[in-house]
């Protein structure tokens, strides 16, 4: 059997493929919600994008209380990398929307297009993914944490203990996922 290539569809999901099967118990309202939801989240991954290109262009955009607008003329002004990762292990890594350290300021601002509230724990885990790949203590440095949504900015600047257990955390979960790794291929 000679099978169609389809080359244009390698590395795509349909919203009505196999892997998301749910889709075949929807009604038509659940069908169009949960359409609609994929359809915002497509939008925030491009309007990540285009946040980031004007941040690495240092394109800054007109001066507004838009979300958008914040946040890229603060990345810009604050002299910020967009989209760069932060590792521990192969178990937990991530991707600050923008971060940068200076004068031993942490700052991490992180964009969110969607409606549905945003949590600073994203952020601090960022905060201690930086301090673990980079060896900084952080009763060491001062962290700045900023999430811009719905035309807002909620600032926080977390004590060195809150991201001091979020460290620990990681270290221990990481041992566990470890072990747990290993003793698979163990009968």
Request: with cysteine; net charge neutral; proline share 4%.
């Amino acid at each position: 059997m000679n099978f169609n290539r389809h080359s244009d569809l390698e590395g795509r999901h349909a919203f009505l493929g196999a892997s998301k099967y749910h889709w075949l118990n929807y009604n038509n309202d659940k069908l169009l919600e949960a359409y609609s939801n994929h359809r915002a989240t497509e939008q925030g991954t491009m309007l990540h994008d285009f946040a980031a290109r004007c941040i690495i262009l240092g394109q800054k955009l007109p001066r507004s209380k838009k979300t958008l607008n914040m946040y890229v003329n603060d990345a810009i002004g604050f002299k910020m990398t967009p989209e760069q990762p932060l590792y521990y292990s192969e178990f937990c890594f991530g991707t600050a929307d923008t971060i940068c350290f200076r004068n031993n300021i942490l700052r991490i601002h992180d964009y969110k297009s969607g409606k549905t509230p945003a949590h600073m724990e994203q952020l601090m885990i960022y905060a201690a993914l930086f301090c673990l790949e980079y060896h900084i203590k952080p009763e060491d440095i001062s962290i700045y944490l900023r999430l811009y949504q719905n035309d807002e900015i909620l600032v926080y600047e977390p004590t060195p203990e809150e991201i001091t257990k979020i460290m620990n955390k990681i270290v221990s979960d990481d041992k566990v996922l470890n072990k747990y790794e290993s003793a698979k291929g163990v009968i």
